[in-house]
């Protein structure tokens, strides 16, 4: 993550003294990272379908994928919360701890029991899946993946009015060429003006050819980096050509995908009931619409 770090505190520094942003700064990996691990953040919080919450769904299923679990309390300040926090206690069993350890701005904190590992705990744990593993690793490697993608779309597309390297003899060519290429990149048609440019700069050509194809074959790299990334979630986004798999193949790849979504599903029904019998709610959790249909099976509300 450093080098993100850096790239953002370079571009927050020209927004600060003014100074001009080259328009290629938008097509770079770094860019594209931040709106690709956005973006499939955002459609992993709404997977699932919860009603009754005291809090919007946003922040159970945020603190949920993003840390592996976390914990429903009733905190002496806050009330009812949903937190990430640690797990403490010792018992016979690996992953079965009897504390959930949390802090909080607003919220007291503490270690209650877990509920209904101690029949006289106050907090329920919600596990995103059985072994309470984060989707935060998951996004980060889809995000870079896909910002790749979406570089290599960019620059495809660029290529189809510009498909040469340009080398200059000495810095102000290699600077004027570089404003112009800015420009190209930009959309726009414009000349260079620089004395030092009255011979022609050395033009390299990129061999480029089929220079459509190769944007199309982006493009659907970048669909197929999605729809794996939904995959090994649990979710089919698109019908798959089945036209060479075998029926056996087939239901093997249904039941995988089942797989996953159904083990998250119950770990949020599961920690749906015990919050219900132990805070006289009325909390359920389903399959959001989009993704449902997936199941062929009820909503499966708790």
Not at 146 to 151: F, I, R, V
Not at 213 to 235: H, N, S, T, V
Not at 281 to 301: A, C, H, P
């Amino acid at each position: 993550m450093g080098f993100l770090t850096a790239w953002l505190d370079r571009l927050f520094d020209k927004l600060e003294k003014g100074k001009p942003i080259s328009p290629d700064t938008v097509l770079q990996t770094p860019a594209g990272y931040i709106y690709w691990r956005e973006y499939l953040t955002e459609r992993c919080i709404r997977i699932f379908e919860w009603e009754g919450l005291p809090m919007p769904q946003r922040v159970v299923e945020f603190a949920v994928m993003m840390t592996g679990y976390a914990g429903f309390v009733r905190d002496p300040d806050a009330g009812l919360v949903c937190l990430p926090g640690g797990l403490s206690g010792v018992t016979p069993y690996p992953m079965i701890y009897t504390n959930f350890v949390y802090a909080a701005p607003k919220c007291r904190g503490g270690r209650p029991f877990i509920f209904p590992t101690d029949p006289l705990g106050l907090a329920v744990i919600i596990s995103n899946n059985s072994m309470r593993q984060s989707f935060s690793d998951l996004i980060d490697r889809y995000a870079m993946l896909l910002a790749h993608a979406d570089s290599s779309i960019a620059n495809s597309l660029v290529n189809m009015r510009y498909d040469v390297f340009l080398q200059g003899d000495d810095d102000s060519q290699v600077s004027s060429l570089k404003k112009w290429r800015d420009e190209v990149i930009d959309g726009k048609v414009v000349p260079i003006v620089d004395r030092s440019l009255t011979m022609s700069p050395a033009v390299v050509p990129t061999q480029s050819s089929q220079k459509g194809q190769i944007m199309l074959d982006a493009i659907d790299g970048r669909k197929e980096i999605l729809r794996l990334f939904y995959q090994d979630i649990g979710i089919r986004i698109q019908p798959e050509k089945r036209g060479n798999m075998i029926t056996a193949e087939v239901s093997e790849n249904d039941q995988a995908l089942l797989f996953n979504i159904s083990d998250m599903l119950k770990c949020r029904q599961d920690a749906a009931a015990n919050i219900n019998k132990l805070y006289g709610l009325n909390v359920s959790v389903k399959l959001s619409e989009e993704f449902r249909r997936i199941t062929g099976e009820s909503d499966g509300d708790n």
